[in-house]
Each structure stands twice: as structure tokens, then as C-alpha cells.
């Protein structure tokens, strides 16, 4: 079972006066898919950052499976999370696919006798096995991101966090990706922690948290979310890129009327 208890969390990042995130209490449900999205700039990574021991609290305390989040305990809390970033490029360094998803295995110092096994295993799990000698550069953008996940499922974490890690794929690609990991989550009791602003992602989502002007402003299912079309335009999420266009020139005291508005008329 593992949970995260997040309580009184502030951070401010040290050459910042304010902080990012401030008085932040939340909680993560085992085995549960929890999707967290917000403006730019609002503090999803941060807190994503924070919940991994990559960052230290300013004030404040994270719990991941009952184990407090501090720097003697960061060995046992990264063996319990895996982090998928948005751009698959950054993730690659092995020659090949196999050579990849080895290297966390090495660093984990695994049996050399052991590796293969753990390798093939963790390559059929994201249907990537026939790549295994393919350089990552000869992939496409959602074969790398299967081969990351590979990579992460190879150390058998309890909890993945995608930050934005479907935003460079195209449309096909990530629904693939995200019906492989909805299976993946099923199979081996994973929970997932998805920063997105996808709305195929956050209604995947058993539970959503808004974070807005360092706060938690909102949780709920995605139904729930979802219907808040007021919350949705105040942080850009699934709202049509006219009507945000719109709320940019109402806030900066710009008045053009509606139809002007319609992205097809202004081309
Ligand atoms: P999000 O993931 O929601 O886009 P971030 O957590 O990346 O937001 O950033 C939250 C705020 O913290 C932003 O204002 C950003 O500029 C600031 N920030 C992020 N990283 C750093 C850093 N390393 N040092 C100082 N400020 C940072």
C-alpha cells in the first residue's frame, strides 16, 4: 500500500520571495490514478519535485507509504517512485534500447545475471521487445516514451509521475500510451500521479487536484472538474484557445466583440 500524506507544505524556491507552493494538505490513495493540472507556472512540478525528495519543504511534511520525505530517507522513497518527463530525448542514455533500461537497473547495482531477465520483462510489458537492440534516436516519440517507461518498470517502483510526459506525442501515440498504462496500473497495483493538461489524461483520473496561486483550489473526479467550465477557463485547461484569447484581452480592459473572437475570422 502506498499512499502520500502531504501536510502544511510550503516551499519557496530560495531566490524567490514568495512561495510556490503554501499550505498545501493533500492526500494520495493507493493504487489510484491522480491527475494534477494548473496554469504555467503554477507549482505542479514543484510539488511532483517535492513528493520524489528532489526538493526539501520549506515548512511542512510529505509521506510516501508512512516513510517521512527527508535525506536519509530518499534511497527507499526512489525506489518507490519512478518519474517520466515530457521529452523523451532528455531520457536516453544507452546506445540501445536494451543498453537504456539497463543503466537504472546498474545503478541499483543489480546481478549482472539477473539484468537480461529484468530487461526482456520490463520491454514486454510496454509491447517494446522486438526494439531491444534499436538505438532510442531511430524511435518514434511514443516508442520513447514506452522505452522510459520500460526503463522505470524495470526497478519496480510503486508509483509513476508523469509530468507532461504525453504533451510532445501525437494524438495516436498518446492514447497508446495512456491505454498502456491504465492496463499497467491494473496489472500491478501502480498509482499514478499524471501532471497534464490533457483532457483524454485527466478523465482517466480517479481524482483531480487544481492547483492555483499556490494553492490547492479544487478536488474532485474528473466529472466534477470537468463541469467547472469557469475553474477550466481560469487555468487554461480544455477551454477552446478563443475563448482564453478572450479572457486575456477582457483582463488587460480590451473589449472586441465575440465573433471577432473566432479563430477562423481572424486568420
Ligand atoms: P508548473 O509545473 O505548474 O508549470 P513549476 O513548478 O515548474 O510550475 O514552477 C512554479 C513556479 O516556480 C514558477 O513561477 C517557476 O518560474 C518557479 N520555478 C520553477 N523552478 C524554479 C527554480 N529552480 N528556481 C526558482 N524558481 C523556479
Known amino acids: 500500500m502506498t499512499g502520500i500524506k502531504i501536510r502544511k507544505l510550503v516551499f519557496t524556491y530560495p531566490d524567490s520571495k514568495y512561495p510556490v507552493l503554501n499550505n498545501i494538505n493533500l ?3 493507493p493504487f489510484s490514478w491522480t491527475a494534477i493540472i494548473g496554469h504555467n507556472g503554477s507549482g505542479k512540478s514543484t510539488l511532483a519535485r517535492l513528493i520524489d525528495g528532489l526538493l526539501s ?9 508512512g516513510i517521512q520525505v527527508n535525506e536519509s530517507s530518499l534511497g527507499q522513497i526512489h525506489q518507490q517512485i519512478g518519474f517520466v518527463f515530457q521529452n523523451p530525448e532528455n ?5 540501445t534500447v536494451a543498453d537504456d533500461v539497463a543503466f537504472g537497473l546498474e545503478n541499483r547495482q543489480v546481478a549482472q545475471n539477473e539484468m537480461g531477465e529484468k530487461i526482456d520483462k520490463a520491454l514486454k510489458m510496454v509491447g517494446m521487445s522486438d526494439y531491444k537492440n534499436t538505438a532510442p534516436i531511430n524511435l518514434s516519440g511514443g516508442q520513447k516514451q514506452r522505452v522510459a517507461l520500460a526503463g522505470i518498470l524495470a526497478l519496480m517502483p510503486k ?8 504533451s510532445m506525442l501525437d494524438p495516436l501515440a498518446r492514447q497508446e500510451i495512456l491505454s498502456l498504462l491504465q ?3 491494473n496489472e500491478y497495483n501502480l498509482s499514478i ?7 483524454k489524461e485527466i478523465e482517466l483520473a480517479d481524482k483531480i487536484i487544481v492547483l492555483n496561486d499556490s ?13 467547472d467550465k469557469e475553474l477550466l477557463l481560469e487555468i487554461g485547461v480544455g477551454v477552446p484557445a478563443s475563448q482564453q484569447l478572450q479572457k486575456l484581452l477582457v483582463e488587460r480592459g480590451i473589449n472586441i466583440p ?5 479563430l477562423e475570422e481572424l486568420k
Not at 57 to 65: L, M, R, W
Not at 159 to 166: F, S, V
Not at 258 to 262: A, E, F, P, T
Open 215 to 227: 494553492q490547492v483550489v479544487k478536488q474532485g473526479t474528473p466529472s466534477e472538474i470537468l463541469k
Open 91 to 95: 531520457q536516453f542514455v544507452g546506445a
Open 258 to 262: 465575440n465573433r471577432y473572437l473566432n
Open 57 to 65: 519543504p520549506t515548512a511542512g511534511s510529505i509521506e510516501v507509504d
Open 27 to 29: 492526500d494520495f490513495e
Open 183 to 185: 492496463r499497467l496500473k
Open 159 to 166: 508509483i509513476i509521475i508523469l509530468d507532461e510526459a504525453t
Open 193 to 199: 500521479i499524471s501532471i497534464t493538461h490533457d483532457l
